[in-house]
């Protein structure tokens, strides 16, 4: 783990770290025992050895569900330390080799790219221009040269805010539109959690893959 164990001192952080901190992970409005978008990022893959990234990946069990299909190269970043440290906790021995790194993804960058970028309930956390440009400049800098990508964010009939933020909200439509200059939608679908989920609230999941170079 890169930095699950130091605080992060952000504002930002913090109030993600007291919620996760304050609540079972299975108590959170956004928690999924059989994540909605897993049969996409597998589909995304192209092999077990395939790079994913998990962004703002909070304590999903998304991460659980592609190590027992065998991925192998796994990270996940989040802003919040606490919620990755329960990652780290609940998968025990299983995720030895998950990389964790507490970041703000507003301008982290990595050191290698990946082949795969998820995103579910972060990317409408970017409420304003000036964030949304910065995490496309990040998945820009992240993302191998035929990289795919999913992305689920709030409907527009999901709510205006989420663990006491502003969030942004997304027809089909308005996500791929968000993404163009950068990915090429492929798929969309608009979509109220699976029976496992306690998310009752309305997404909508796009996959990309990214567009070659002019
Ligand atoms: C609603 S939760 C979703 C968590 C997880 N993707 C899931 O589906 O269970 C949003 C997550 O985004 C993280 N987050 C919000 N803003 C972030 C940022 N700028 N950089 C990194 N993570 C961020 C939060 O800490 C939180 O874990």
Known sequence: MASANQPDLSSEGSHWDEIYQARLVEALSWFEAQPATLQLVVAACNSAEDRIVDVGAGASTLVDH?????????????????????????????????EMIAADLRNWRPTKPFDVWHDRATFHFMASPDDRASYKATLKASLAKDGRAVIAV??????????????????EQSLAKEFSELLHCTYSKTVRPTDDSTDSRPYVIGAFVRRPPN
């Open 66 to 98: 592609l190590l027992i299909r065998g991925y192998k190269v796994v990270t996940l970043v989040d802003l919040s330390a606490s919620a990755l440290a329960a990652t780290k906790e609940r998968l025990g021995r299983l995720g030895a080799a998950v």
């Open 154 to 171: 709030f409907s527009d009939e999901g709510p205006d805010h989420c663990a006491g933020l502003p969030v942004a909200r997304y027809s």
